[in-house]
Structures are given as C-alpha cells and as structure tokens.
C-alpha cells in the first residue's frame, strides 16, 4: 500500500480504503450521524485555498463579527 491511502466514499458516506480496509473513524455512529449535516463543498473550496487566502477570508469574516457587534452595543447603548 502506498504511504499515502485513498479512500472512496460509498453510498452511505463511510469511507473506505483501497486496500478494503475501513477507516475506523467512518463507523463511528456520531460521526456518521453529524456528516449529514455538513456542506462538505464549503469544505471542498477552503481547500483550495492557499494558507494566506484563507487567513484573509477568516480576516473579513471577523470584521463583520466586530462590525455587528460595535452596531449591537450602540443600539443598545441608545
């Protein structure tokens, strides 16, 4: 087997490796069950980015946190 394993997915998202070996991690039940909700394109796009995109991406997620916050405690504060 090559240092590197691929897996495939299958029809109900547990993965397994090329070898027919199942990763212990896709049977666990809460893991399986939490897989269902999650947007695994989303994933699939950060990827791609390079660190530094990624840095800049949470960078501009946080300044609209701070900016929502600043305008929450100044509707407050009126």
């Known amino acids: 087997m090559s240092e590197q394993r691929k897996y495939t997915e299958s029809q109900e998202g547990s993965a397994k490796m090329n070898d027919g070996e199942v990763d212990p991690l896709c049977c666990d039940p809460v893991i399986e069950a939490y897989k ?43």
């Open 36 to 78: 269902k909700h999650v947007d695994r394109t989303i994933l699939r796009e950060n990827v791609k980015l390079s660190p530094q995109e990624r840095s800049e991406k949470f960078l501009s997620f946080m300044r609209g946190v701070w900016q929502l916050r600043e305008a929450a405690e100044q509707s407050r504060r009126s």
